[in-house]
T-cell receptor, first 112, second 114 residues
Framework: GNSVTQMEGPVTLSEEAFLTINCTYTATGYPSLFWYVQYPGEGLQLLLKATKADDKGSNKGFEATYRKETTSFHLEKGSVQVSDSAVYFCALSNNQGGKLIFGQGTELSVKP | DTEVTQTPKHLVMGMTNKKSLKCEQHMGHRAMYWYKQKAKKPPELMFVYSYEKLSINESVPSRFSPECPNSSLLNLHLHALQPEDSALYLC?????????????FGEGSWLTVV
């Protein structure tokens, strides 16, 4: 079946540190991959996505590359800010009528 | 404009009450979704509507009743809820139900059942 595994949080970083949040998936065929972000007290916002192998999604300084050989979609940012503190969800969509399969979420806290 | 609007933002209801959550989108999307999210957990799919017809019901208890009056609106009718139903209810939409289509979420409705 389809599943997503994310690194467990919480992750605490100092401002301007480098961020990596690991995400691996299990799926048959060619899923689409997403990162969503949820700021405190808010809904989910799409951060970036990739729909085929070797695609790189990017937005607001965040990047993730769809690696089919390692079934991974790790989220990176070169220099985090306090405003990046949020919960980050990796998700996939795979021939289930658009249904999203979410990872467990990774809480990021950035300290000044 | 990628916006899904949900009302109310907060709702407190008793176990014998009947209330409704409302969702609206004006992006021309033909797929709409209800998700339930408990604190610090990922959203769980409840219902999917495609072209105003119910496509997926993830074995949700009948005390939750969805309705899609038209392509822009989605309601979730609530009746005889339990305290464990307290959660954030998220509405979402996408162009159609296809792999790769982005699903856009609203801000959610925080429901407390007392």
């Amino acid at each position: 079946g389809n599943s997503v595994t994310q690194m467990e949080g919480p992750v605490t970083l100092s401002e301007e540190a480098f961020l990596t949040i690991n995400c691996t998936y299990t799926a048959t065929g060619y899923p689409s991959l997403f990162w969503y972000v949820q700021y405190p007290g808010e809904g989910l916002q799409l951060l970036l996505k990739a729909t085929k192998a070797d695609d790189k999604g990017s937005n607001k300084g965040f990047e993730a590359t769809y690696r089919k050989e390692t079934t991974s979609f790790h989220l990176e940012k070169g220099s985090v800010q306090v405003s990046d503190s949020a919960v980050y969800f990796c998700a996939l969509s795979n021939n289930q009528g658009g249904k999203l399969i979410f990872g467990q979420g990774t809480e990021l806290s950035v300290k000044p | 404009d990628t916006e899904v609007t949900q009302t109310p933002k907060h709702l407190v209801m008793g176990m014998t009450n009947k209330k409704s959550l409302k969702c609206e989108q004006h992006m021309g999307h033909r797929a709409m979704y209800w998700y339930k999210q408990k604190a610090k957990k990922p959203p769980e799919l409840m219902f999917v509507y495609s072209y105003e017809k119910l496509s997926i019901n993830e074995s949700v208890p009948s005390r939750f009743s969805p309705e899609c009056p038209n392509s822009s609106l989605l309601n979730l009718h609530l009746h005889a809820l339990q305290p464990e139903d307290s959660a954030l209810y998220l509405c979402a939409s996408s162009q159609v139900r296809l792999t790769g289509n982005t699903i856009y979420f609203g801000e959610g409705s925080w429901l407390t059942v007392v």
